[in-house]
């Protein structure tokens, strides 16, 4: 599930991110992608146990997504593709509508629960540059991000 | 539904420009700016990190290179690309961004006189060795390879000694010592031959030739494919927090395009040989035509090759369209055609060589390839000059070899001022 037409409608559509795993050192990957998040007009939920109670980017960090006070659209997962499913579930629980598995993260277990119960799913995927690849920027480093259209892109 | 594949025809015209999201000007606008200003402090500290996308200084990026970067890259079957103001600089930053002092480069013999003199000169005073090796023969690729070789280097279609590279064969045994295969496709251009399909790991252009094709403006591209294992421990540049960004890891943080990010954030940055705006715009408007061009400069190669072939008043003719080239069979394998590269030798040796181009028309003695126009050269007295008479022969260069780079002229014009140039040769 991850063409053009279906990335764009869950990126326009998603406007509150749970991030399970986002690190508080700023060179980490997670970081980089909450930090780009809130620049381009998302609000991000921290979600880390080492560092529940604490403030990151602005906003408080609780240990597990069940904590979260407000529903969340999507949940964007960094963490080990082992530890997914568990994640899965409680994304389930709480009504998030995208499951979000970052690159290298390829848990299919999870990936059929969520889809059986009609969530959207992304797998090895960073939300970072598929936003850049079809909403501009990412092009401006070169890549090749495939789109090919003679309309203007609009955010 | 799964995304379109575009074929090549499409993706020379569009990939990389979709309409100006400012002004919804169709064609490319040409951002002649040395600067980007920030949106705020925190703007410009995110670029700086590189944690947001977005233009800071054209030396590192411009919305105008930028579209010749993404195009060449879609043209290729890349993941992403960077442009340098030459193919040289291509070359440079290509391998400057791989190799350190101490690493080993395993190439081709069978290269632009240039490109050897890079390797066997310049990058030797930093510390790199090369080995050369014949690029007809993979299994002397491994051969030379050595516990610090670091890359392996080769053109597809070797200029001008017009040997074909095996580069899949090529590409495993790098891929065996898990070092990445660089190929210089210049000469077929990405419409013609594809390396990256074919095994290698990273592409680099003179854009400046075939892909701008009209003779007019220097430009190089490097393009990855992205699937390069870089943790593999032998590239420390790749997986070891960066100096220059305070601890970024770029294998880490930029996955499958992490080496043009290095290429442009590192090496590019640094030794600035970026390519400007209206260079890059210029260089497009030829790529538009890039398919069609191809195609009529290796019909015209062909009968020029064939006429030449036929002809009592010349010794031999080099051309891998050819059915008795050495490597015709690889070369319709690997190519979609020979391109408009041929060699030829007058008889007469090389006074009728010299005879021959100084009698030429409208047939242009210089020494670029891939224009509008038919050029000549004699390589052994220009391109290969710097290079002694064994690295010449090894270079596939002849003291009697003409070179010429067919070009879109009617065929029977390019072949009348073949035929009087030899008229006057043979004398």
């Known amino acids: 599930m991850d063409d053009i037409v279906t990335l764009r409608r869950i990126l326009k559509t998603s406007r509150k991110i749970a991030m399970v795993g986002l690190s508080d050192q700023w060179y980490r990957p997670s970081h980089f992608v909450a930090k780009y998040l809130q620049q381009h007009g998302y609000r991000i939920f921290p979600v880390n146990p080492r560092l529940a109670g604490s403030m990151l980017l602005g906003e408080p960090v609780v240990a597990s997504v069940l904590e979260l006070k407000e529903p969340v659209d999507m949940v964007d997962v960094f963490r080990r593709t082992q530890d997914v499913l568990p994640i899965a579930e409680q994304a389930l629980r709480i009504g998030a509508r995208v499951l979000w598995q970052q690159i290298g993260v390829v848990n299919r277990e999870a990936d059929a629960l969520v889809r059986a119960a009609g969530m959207d799913s992304v797998m090895d995927r960073c939300v970072k540059i598929e936003h850049g690849r079809i909403f501009g920027g990412l092009n401006w480093v070169g890549v090749n991000t495939r789109v090919i259209s003679a309309k203007r892109p609009v955010g | ?427």
């Open chain 2, 1 to 427: 539904m799964a995304d379109r594949r575009f074929h090549p025809e499409t993706l020379a015209i569009h990939a990389g420009q979709i309409p100006d999201a400012a002004t919804g000007a169709r064609a490319l606008p040409i951002y002649q700016t040395t600067s980007f200003v920030f949106d705020s402090a925190d703007h410009a500290a995110s670029l700086f990190n590189l944690q947001t996308f977005g233009n800071v200084y054209s030396r590192l990026s411009n919305p105008t290179v930028a579209a010749l970067e993404e195009r060449v890259a879609a043209l290729e079957g890349g993941r992403a690309a960077v442009a340098c103001a030459s193919g040289m600089a291509a070359e440079a930053t290509a391998l400057m961004t791989i190799l350190q002092a101490g690493d080993h480069v395993v190439a081709a013999a069978a290269l632009y006189g240039g490109t050897v003199t890079m390797l066997a000169v310049n990058l030797k005073k930093f510390g790199v060795e090369s080995t050369f090796v014949d690029a007809t023969d993979p299994a002397a690729f491994a051969a030379a390879m050595k516990p610090n070789t670091r890359a392996v280097f080769a053109e597809s279609l070797g200029n001008p000694s017009l040997v074909v590279l095996d580069i899949a064969a090529v590409a495993a045994v790098a891929h065996a010592h898990g070092v990445p295969l660089v190929i210089d496709n210049t000469v077929p251009s990405p419409f013609l031959c594809n390396p990256l399909a074919l095994g290698a790991d990273i592409v680099v252009h003179s854009a400046t030739k075939y892909l701008g094709g009209h003779g007019t403006t220097l430009a190089g591209v490097v393009v990855e494919r992205g699937d390069f294992p870089w943790g593999n421990g032998k590239f420390p540049g790749m997986t070891e927090p960066s100096p220059g960004y305070h601890g970024v890891i770029f294998f880490e943080t930029f996955g499958d395009f992490a080496f043009t990010m290095r290429c442009r954030m590192e090496t590019q940055r640094v030794y600035g040989a970026a390519l400007a705006p209206l260079a890059a715009w210029q260089i497009l408007q030829g790529v538009e035509t890039l398919p069609l061009r191809m195609e009529r400069h290796c019909a015209n190669a062909l009968a020029v090759a064939q006429a030449l072939r036929a002809d009592p008043r010349v010794a031999w003719v080099n051309y891998p369209g050819l059915e008795d080239h050495p490597q015709h069979a690889l070369m319709k394998r690997q190519m979609r055609g020979a391109s408009g590269l041929l060699a030829f030798g007058v008889k007469g040796g090389v006074a009728g060589g010299v005879r021959f181009i100084e009698a030429a028309q409208f047939m242009s003695h210089l020494v670029n390839i891939g224009d509008t126009r038919t050029l000549i050269s004699h390589p052994a007295s220009t391109t290969h000059r710097q290079l002694d008479e064994v690295q010449q022969r090894a270079a596939g260069v002849l003291p009697d070899m003409v070179r010429i780079s067919v070009g879109l002229e009617h065929i029977d014009d390019i072949l009348w001022d073949i035929d009087q140039a030899l008229a006057k040769a043979s004398v």
